[in-house]
C-alpha cells in the first residue's frame, strides 16, 4: 500500500499503512460501538427465544 500511494502521490509522497488480521469469530469494532452491538445482540437473542415484544 506504501508503494501504491507513493506511485498516486508522486515521488517522495506516501502514506504508511498498517494491517490487523482478524480472524472469525472474532470481529473488529470500534470502542465507542460496542453498547449499540451489545444492544442489537441482545434484541436478536430475544427474538430467537420468541420474546417477540423487541
Given at each position: 500500500m506504501t508503494k501504491a500511494s507513493s506511485?498516486?502521490?508522486g515521488p517522495g509522497n506516501s502514506i504508511k499503512t498498517e494491517a490487523n488480521v482478524i480472524k472469525y469469530p472474532?470481529?473488529?469494532f470500534y470502542p465507542r460501538e460496542v453498547e449499540t452491538w451489545n444492544k442489537v445482540l441482545r434484541i436478536v437473542e430475544?427474538?430467537?427465544a420468541g420474546n417477540s415484544d423487541a
Open positions: 506511485i498516486f502521490l472474532d470481529r473488529y430475544e427474538i430467537k
